[in-house]
């Protein structure tokens, strides 16, 4: 059960070694023990479920059980996205566009991503971007944007919810940027 007092905090990704389950993991023990926040954690993703005995076990091992929500794949992450309070994204390799960056930010979600693909390009200024990544980096990155979010009133809550889908609309609109390939491909001599 999830009460209001608590961030919810969110990482979207199949379970497999390049998405960096470990890393995040580290760094909410970290939050846990060096921080007062109330918060949940949900884990969404192909292979997240208690059936996994590596994640499973890891997330015993920090006593993290009643913190962090196992929810396996799920098709439609609207719900998911717009209970988030923050998205993490801390993939060390492998990520070219990472789309659930901006499907969280069209939800209105604040992402903190390790430097990978274009996650600094989508996330702009509307988000933190962490070069060298390490538990260290992402556990401060975190407990830096709760305690922002702590601060804020309802109403900068909501414009800041705004800034983030208008920033997506603009520049990763499908139609927008469908139109820009046709128009870089149509200037081109192609030979």
């Keep these: 059960m999830i009460s ?3 961030f919810i905090i969110s990482m979207v990704a199949r379970y497999n070694e390049q998405k960096s389950h470990n890393l995040f993991i580290n760094s909410i ?20 479920n208690a059936n996994n005995q590596k994640l499973f ?17 799920i098709n439609d992450l ?3 996205y717009n209970a988030s ?16 960056i901006a ?3 069209m939800c209105g979600v604040k992402c903190i991503s390790n430097d990978i693909g274009e ?16 538990e260290e980096k992402l556990y401060n990155s ?24 208008e920033h997506i609309k603009k520049n990763f609109d499908i139609v927008n940027i469908t139109n820009k390939y046709i128009n870089l491909w149509s200037n081109k001599n192609i030979i």
């Design 57 to 73: 076990n890891t997330i015993k091992k920090f006593n993290l059980d009643h913190t962090i929500i196992l929810l396996d794949y």
């Design 103 to 105: 499907e969280a930010m």
């Design 119 to 134: 996650a600094k390009k989508i996330i702009n200024k509307y988000g933190v971007i962490i070069k060298d990544i390490n």
């Design 29 to 48: 023990n970290l939050l846990k023990k060096k921080s007062k926040f109330k918060f949940k954690i949900l884990l969404v993703g192909s292979g997240i």
């Design 142 to 165: 975190i407990k830096n944007e709760l305690m922002i979010l702590k601060m804020l009133s309802d109403l900068e809550k909501k414009n800041q919810r705004y800034l983030h889908r």
């Design 78 to 80: 609207n719900a998911i």
């Design 85 to 100: 309070d923050l998205l993490v994204l801390p993939s060390k390799y492998g990520e070219s566009f990472p789309n659930v």
């Design 4 to 6: 209001k007092d608590e």
